[in-house]
Structure formats: C-alpha cells, structure tokens
C-alpha cells in the first residue's frame, strides 16, 4: 500500500481513536496531496479536531497506520511533527503579544552575532518571508498592536519560516472580518503555490468552495466521503454532514405557548459582538438559538443577563421595560442564566453540592435570616433538587470538584431552579454529558414548561435543537439571519442560514 | 467516592501537639507551666485577632501585608489623643479601632473597585500607615500615658488575660461569620471562583471591601492591645508582623489561592506560631534564627498546601475520568 504516491504528504488508514466510552474515530482514511487545500467538514464531535490532533502529534491513535511523507510514523510527538514540517495554526494564538513580529517569528531560535541578537538579520529574513508572501505587515510592530487577521498571518509565517509543508487550520475564519478573511486567502493560494498542502476545517460553506481544492466529510468520529470540491455543491454537502435522520428520542409535550412575556430589542454590545439583536418570548415556550460556534449567542444571553455591557438595545418583561446591569438586576427580574462553560461560570468547584445549590437562593430570606443561615432548611432545599435531578453524590457534602460532568451540570441546574425563576436560559445544557443524563435534561425541561416557566435554550446539536424547540432563531456573525418554526425547520435550513455569507 | 476522614484537616492539630511535645522536652521546667501558657497565649492574642481577617482575606484570593503598620498607627493615634488631649481611654481606643478600620476599608475600594492587585494595594497602604505614625509622633515615642490604659492589653478577667479572652471572642465571631451567615458563604464563593460568583448575583465588590474593611477593623483591635501591652504609642511596632498572622493562616490550611480554608484550624496554625515564639525565646534562640525558622515554616504550609491540592486534583480528574 505504501510509496505508490509520491504525491501524497499524509495518508492515514483505518485510524481509529477511543476515549473513555467514546470512539471519537473510527476507522477513519485520510489522504493529503501535495499543495493542496483539503477542506474537512463536519458538525461539532464529527472528530475533525481529534484528526488534525494526531496528525500533529498531539494525541495519538489507537490504532491504525499513519504514513507521513511516504514513511510511516509511530508515536509521534508535538516536536517531532514540528521538525517533520507539520504545524498546526490554533485559534488562540501562540504569541507573545508585548513582543515585536520579528521577536515573534524567531522567539526560541533567535540569530545570535557574538553575544548579542542579531536584531538586523531577524529583520530581513523577516522581511523576506512577508514580501515572498506579499504580507505587509511592519516587522517592528508590537503583535497586541495587530488585529486578528494579522496576528493570524504572523502565526502562518512563522510556520512557514519553520519549513513547514502541512499545515492545520481549525475555523482560521472565525475571528476575522470579510475583508480580513480575503487576506488570508491569497496567503493561502501563495502558500499552495510553494507546494505546502493545508488542512482547512470550517463549518463556512462559501469559504471552502472558494479555498478548498478537495473535501473529506466526517460524522460521528466516521470517514463518509472525499470529494473534489468543484464536483460537488452545497447541497450535497449538507446531506453529507447531517446524514442521520432524527433518530434521537425527545419527549413529546403537548402545551402551547402563551402569550408573550419577553422581549429584546435592538441589542447590541462591545466591539460589536452581537449588533442589533431582537426576539420575543412566549410563556410556556421553548425558543432555540442556532449557529455556528461564534456567532454570538451566548453573547447575547450575556448581554441580556447583564454579565457583559450592553452598548444599546432595551429589555421588556411582561410589557415593561426593565433595566438590567448586572446579574442580580437579572435574578431580581426572575431570569436565570445556566452559563456553558459549568465549570468556570456554571458552578464553583471549592463549594459542595449543598453550597452551591443553595447560593443563589440565599439572597432570599427563606433560607438566611439575621442569625444567619438555616442550615436545617438549606439542606432540605438541597436533598429536594439532589431528588429532582437525580444528581448522584455519596453525600450533598461532596465537594463538586469531584464529580462527573453530567452531575456538575445537574448541579448547576439545580442552583437556578432553586430559585424558581420565570425565564431560564440554557446555554448548552447537554453538551458533554452523556445520553441518559440528556434525556433527564429535556424532561425536566418540559416539565419546566408545563409549570408555565419559558426557556431559551441555545444548542449547537441540530437534532437536539429541533426536537425540543418551539421556534428557533438563527444567528450568524452577531447578528439574527431569520427565525423558524413548524414546519419550516429542518437540519438543512438552519445550516443553510447559519452558514451563508 | 470516599470522604469520611480528612487528613489534612486535622494534620496541623497534630503538628502542634508535636511542637508542644518537643518544647515540653527541650524545656521541662519552663514551657508547661500555666504561667508560661497564659504568657503564650496572650503574646499570640493579637497574631489569632488578626488572623481571622486575614484569614476571610485569604479566601477570597487576595492578601493584607499592612496589618502591622496599622497597628503602629493605630497606637499611636490612640496614644496621642490621651497624652495631648486628655480623651478618655475607651474613647481614645475606639477612634483608634475606627482608623484600623478605614484603612482596611480604603485597601477594599482599592482592590475590589480599582482592581489593584491586593499585595500591590496593601503595601501601599503598610507604608502609607507607617508614614503617618512617624509623622504624628515625629519619630518619637508617646509615652506618660495613664495607668488604666493597661488593662485591656495586661489585665485578667476570671483569672483569664483580657487579650486571651478578646482573641477567643474575635475566633468566635470568626467561625460564625464563616460558617454560618450569607456573608461568609460569599467569601468562599468569590474566592472559589469569583465568575461563579458574579453570575449568582452576588456582589462581588461589596463582598471584598467587608473583607479588608473587617482585617483593618481587627487589626484596630490589636492595634490597642498592642498599645496597653507597651504602654507607649511606638510608630516602629510590629514591623513585619504580618508575617505571623499570614503563617499562621496558612499553617491553619488556608489555600493562598482562595476559596478553601476552615477557622477551627487556624486556631491551631497560630497557636503552632505562638507555641514556635514562645519555645525558641525559652530555648535562648536569638531572634535573627527564630526569623529564619518562621521564614522556613511559611514556605513549608505553602509548599504543603500546594502538593494536596495537586493530589486532591488528581483523584478528582481520575474518577471523573472513570465516570466518562
């Protein structure tokens, strides 16, 4: 099977990648040409990251066999691929921004004359890479002084000063700007023109058909097709990606959303994440928010819990206009934020199960008064949600450092329904738990709603997004692309929404 | 998931009974003798007052250096008001509590409203406080104060030194604010994760202005024993006292990272301190070499703290992993 092409940089085969209890790749093929743009594509957990992470070295496979350059490698490490001539170009980016581009571009392999840097060559061969490139960028400017799409083509030459030949880019888009996302394009035909091939993985369909030269499609950790990328369209593609059907069970319910109790308008925030945002809010309603991963959704959640400022945009509940600053402006209003990140926003890892619940709930005076905290009546909170969620702990004395991420998340839940709040927002509330703590998840939702209670629920799983959704809002760039309900929702439409340009 | 017996819970407790053990061997005529203890436990009364502030400062991830110099100022300021003016001691005491108190509260706005970090903000203040007691006094001494002025720091009450009985008082009012009232709960949740925190409607700022407002009120409250105790208003007092109060806090197991750390072991973290104190002047060891070993014990509590932590991180992330 090997050395047949020399035209290929990287050919994997049959690779496979198990995490505990999960097969993030399963007997996955994968073929890099020479000079070639091969765009990856796949929904979220497809298992395009955890590729490029083995090709980079920084995981390695379970089995199967990696050919790099026509050789094959066993374990292989992140220096090791970085001497091969593989790079991976991360979203955050590996700068150190107080130093100037050309510290940057030699910051461990600096040139060195006699005891000193050797300021002047670093300069021109700094000099030469971006003019080889076309990059105009001041090679004494400080990297915080770039904007992003800047830093990005730092970052890239960089790589190209290192020889590299494969390059990795993960969703190198979503910090930039349409004009921005031009320059980064022409680097890349240039880069193609010097025979270096590039992983390119977006969710972006525009941006593929116009970088990319062939396209693999993954789903579910499983290789499903290698395309050239002008044989196929949009269409297909969108099949591709979503193949399965709603196989997934969600609870019925069979309530109808009343009357309306919230709404947003025109809302805006710093550095124009999100711009002029509105939507409405039913009683008894279950409002999704789809897009892609930076978008803004969770800004705006932010934004409307008083987390972050607002720049513009007014809040109604029930009719009246409310000021919301900060949280407890939004916990007053009876509004709950269950944030994504559980365990840097969601809850805190010092506290046990019983203090955490119990936080927000002891502004009240149910369980506080001037004596101090009831703790007979704080533990009982407790042991009712411990209940209700099915959270499992040996104790609610448990520190919840120490436990699973499903129950974190339950636990995390538990601390906002404690306070009985009218409207809760969800903001991924089943990602990373497993299939039978999301089941409990949707039916406590929808026992949330038939207690007249109203959820936002912002999700970047379609099917999940779909089956428990009234209507959904989707998102793109911070702003609302459109809204759908009924009939009207399918995998399909929202990618087509979220993902047009 | 096993968490019935915690050995770090009560390691200090047997630390100090070791510490006490070796003391009572290299000096059986001296060091257990009730006199002795009382001596002890009064010289280690304003290191305990101070460190239940600097405890619920160190729960929130943030630090006081500058109870020493507040307690010169403190003193002094206290001192000047009954030498200069004939002010009634309590009086004169109370206004002093209050200045401790105001320079907490500003080292508070610093930190929680400007964002200075607590060290940067604290030293700041250890040198503004120590400025002004040598500017008040002009670097000299107050002293002809009258006889009363020592009971609070010398006194007995029951039989009991008065200072003993405030810093029982102080560990009192400590463990209830902590363990029992909303205040301290948001103490442990702003120094657990002050994001957390935020986003449960907590406010965060109102929370770490308490703090250093209540480590500035209870350094006022050593700040005039220390004063009964010398009998003299002395702006040089209690240089690099904070020292003692911050071992002593971590020594009690609180984490200098936030969010961890129970009172009822700190008692036994400056009662260890005190115990040190107390035992190498018995032993005749010079000052400079008890700075050495105080120097020593704070760089083992710390180190110590960090390899449970690291330890405890482990078996969390393993059984969370056997969860996946």
Known sequence: MQMEDNNLNIKMVDVCKYFPGVKALDNVNFELRKGEVHALLGENGAGKSTLCKIIAGAQPMTSGEYYLFGEKVTGLTPHAAKEKGISMIYQEFNLVPYLKVYENLFLGKELIKGLNLNKKEMIAKTIEVFDRFQIKIDPEARICDLSNAYKQLVEIAKAVLENAQVLCMDEPTAPLSNREVEILFSLIRSLKAEGVSIIYISHRMEEIFEVADRITVMRDGKYIKTMDADKTDRKELISLIVGRDLT??????????????????????????????????????????????????????????????????????????????????????????????????????????????????????????????????????????????????????????????????????????????????????????????????????????????????????????????????????????????????????????ASCG | MKKKFSFSNIFVYVILIVVVAFFSFSAPDSFLTSNNIFNMLRQVSMIGICSVGMTMVLLTAGIDISVGSVIALVGVVSALLIANTGMPVALAMIIGVLVGTGCGTISGVMVAKFQVPALIATLAMQTIARGFAFILTKGIPVYGLPEDIKVIGQGYMAGIPIPVIIMALVFLLGWWLLEKTRFGRYVYAIGGNEEVARLSGIDVKKGLLKVYALSGFFAGLAGVIMLSRINSGQPNTSEGFEMDVITGAVLGGVSVAGGEGKILNVIAGVLIMGVLSNGMTLLNLDTYWQWVVKGAVLLFAVAFDNMQRARSARIAAEAAGAEA
């Open chain 1, 248 to 497: 997934e069970e969600y609870p019925k319910r069979d309530s109808v959303p009343g009357e309306e109790i919230l709404r947003v308008e025109h809302l805006s925030t710093d550095l124009t994440k999100i711009r002029d945002v509105s939507f409405t809010l039913r009683r008894g309603e279950i409002l999704g928010f789809a897009g892609l991963v930076g978008a803004g959704r969770t800004e705006v959640m932010r934004a409307l819990f008083g987390a972050d400022r607002k720049t513009a945009g007014d809040i109604y509940l029930y009719g009246k206009k409310v000021t919301i600053h900060k949280p407890e402006n939004a916990i007053e209003q009876r509004i709950s934020l269950i944030p994504e990140d559980r365990k840097g926003q969601g809850v805190s890892l010092t506290l046990n199960i019983r203090e955490n619940i119990s936080l927000v709930k002891l502004k009240g005076k149910e369980i506080c008064s001037l004596l101090g905290i009831n703790r007979k009546k704080e533990r009982s909170v407790a042991d009712e949600y411990i209940k209700a969620l099915n959270i499992k702990a040996p104790s609610m004395e448990q520190l919840t450092r120490n436990l699973s991420g499903g129950n974190q998340q339950k636990v995390a839940i538990a601390k906002w329904l404690a306070v009985d709040a009218d409207i809760l927002i969800l903001d991924e509330p089943t990602r990373g738990i497993d299939v039978g703590a999301k089941y409990e998840i949707y039916l406590l939702m929808n026992e949330l709603i038939k207690a007249g209670k109203s959820i936002i629920m912002i999700s970047s799983e379609m099917p999940e997004l779909i089956g428990m959704s009234d209507r959904i809002v989707v998102m793109q760039q911070g702003k609302i692309v459109g809204e759908i309900s009924g009939d009207e929702v399918s995998q399909e439409k929202i990618l087509e929404m």
